[in-house]
């Protein structure tokens, strides 16, 4: 989104002198228009006194204040943007792509060095190419805050689950159950926790009294049998007492880290949810969660990568923000194929993917629509793609009518819809 224009409150625009940073993990490089650049640590108060500075040379020389603008560089920005704000100063960003472009207009130079950066920077700030430092606070800012937690966990879960598939691989590899059976059956826990996964100590106790042992457990007859069946295959591989005691130690270990994962990710969507009715309840969220839509949790998903959905003016500018608006390849006679730019909010992108996933299935809403472009030649993708963009398109008209999901709305223009209700 772009900064908007400044106003005081006589109505003229306000007299700001512009400063820009080139920022990195201990220092950052800065220039101001008609003066030189310098470097400041990545400190706490050698920025604040910096900021400062600029404040007070700026009045003296009949400035209203300063706007700090700078990259968004992996975090490393927030520090000198956080105390700009804190001090009274304007903010805002500038897009680290054109700011490389734009080196190449005023130097033709594709060479990159940070005394350079800041200069390049004022060019994009006289052009208007500048950005919305957007700040979320209140449940908003804690929402999105939750909601890379929750992907931190996930990725965790995914992790771990993965390497007890592995060391499963090894110790029981005649295992026939399936990911769901291991990770989520209560049968699983209690092999784990009386055998270990051990085929050998299984075989070894023999079938009455593993059957006897398990069935107190809870697990059922038949799971009993297939178990103590996939153990006398599992044994054909000889493995040393030892290593297989080990790994079983291993095995308990890896499934104790994936409760407590799962037991974060619980927490996390409680937490999520209650946010998003507090939002409600507030007013400041209109969306519902519907069925055969979307529930709650992924909807404070997808609002945690969004912010406030009012913020946007119109429906391109929060695509822009997903990085889900299309870019053209056109030249001349030639008309190639237009992709998703993928410049925008990575996460957001990958929540609404998950988002839709249930909702392509030929019975559900948009089945008919993402199997009727495969059947047009279109990569599957693709048409995930052009499901997500026109899912993210309906949840931003409900909430900016507040009216209630129908899904006979859904693929109608309104007169269309009029005529036939």
Same mark, same amino acid.
Not at 361 to 387: D, I, N, Q, S
């Given at each position: 989104m772009k900064t908007p224009s400044l106003k005081n409150v006589a109505g003229q625009p306000e007299k700001l002198r512009t400063a820009c940073a080139d920022i990195s993990k201990a220092s950052f490089t800065w220039a101001i228009e008609g003066r030189d650049e310098g470097i400041v640590p990545q400190k706490n108060q050698a920025v604040r006194e910096w900021i400062r500075a600029q404040l007070e040379e700026a009045r003296s020389h009949g400035y209203t204040g300063v706007r700090i603008v700078c990259e968004s560089t992996s975090g490393y920005h927030k520090r000198l943007l956080r105390i700009a704000r804190a001090e009274g100063c304007e903010t805002a960003l500038v897009s680290a792509e054109q700011v490389k472009a734009m080196q190449v207009v005023e130097s033709n130079d594709t060479g990159k060095a940070d005394w350079k950066d800041p200069r390049t920077m004022l060019l994009l700030v006289k052009l208007g190419k500048t950005l919305t430092d957007r700040q979320l606070t209140g449940e908003w800012a804690a929402l999105r805050e939750l909601n890379v937690d929750y992907e931190h966990v996930e990725r965790r879960s995914t992790q771990v689950k993965n390497r007890i598939h592995g060391m499963l691989l090894q110790l029981f590899p005649d295992l026939s159950f399936k990911k769901d059976w291991l990770f989520e059956a209560d049968a699983a826990r209690a092999v784990l926790s009386v055998y270990g996964f051990n085929p050998y100590a299984i075989v070894a106790e023999g079938q009455a009294s593993v059957r006897r042992t398990l069935r107190k457990q809870g697990v059922r007859q038949k799971t009993v049998e297939r178990i103590f069946r996939d153990a006398q295959q599992s044994i054909l591989q000889p493995s040393e007492a030892l290593w297989r005691e080990i790994k079983a130690e291993q095995l308990k270990d890896a499934y104790a880290d994936l409760s407590l994962a799962q037991e974060r990710r619980e927490k996390l969507r409680s937490k999520m949810i209650a946010l998003l009715e507090a939002l409600q309840a507030k007013g400041e969220v209109k969306l519902k969660p519907q069925k055969g839509l979307i529930g709650p949790f992924l909807l404070a998903r997808i609002l945690a990568e969004t912010g406030p959905l009012n913020d946007f003016e119109n429906l391109s500018k929060l695509l822009r923000y997903a990085g889900m608006n299309l870019r053209p390849n056109q030249s001349g006679l030639h008309r190639g194929k237009e992709r998703q730019a993928k410049r925008g909010r990575a996460r957001?992108?990958?929540?609404? $993917?998950?988002?839709? &996933? @249930? +909702?392509?299935?030929?019975?559900?809403?948009?089945?008919?629509?993402?199997?009727?472009?495969?059947?047009?030649?279109?990569?599957?993708?693709?048409?995930?793609?052009?499901? $997500?963009?026109?899912? &993210? @398109? +309906?949840?931003?008209?409900l909430n900016r009518s507040g009216q209630a999901f129908d899904p006979a709305r859904v693929f109608k223009c309104h007169n269309e819809y009029a005529k036939a209700a």
């Open positions: 957001l992108r990958a929540v609404l $993917a998950q988002a839709v &996933l @249930k +909702l392509v299935v030929r019975t559900e809403l948009y089945g008919p629509y993402y199997h009727g472009k495969k059947a047009a030649g279109m990569p599957g993708a693709v048409a995930m793609t052009a499901v $997500a963009r026109k899912f &993210l @398109k +309906l949840l931003f008209g």
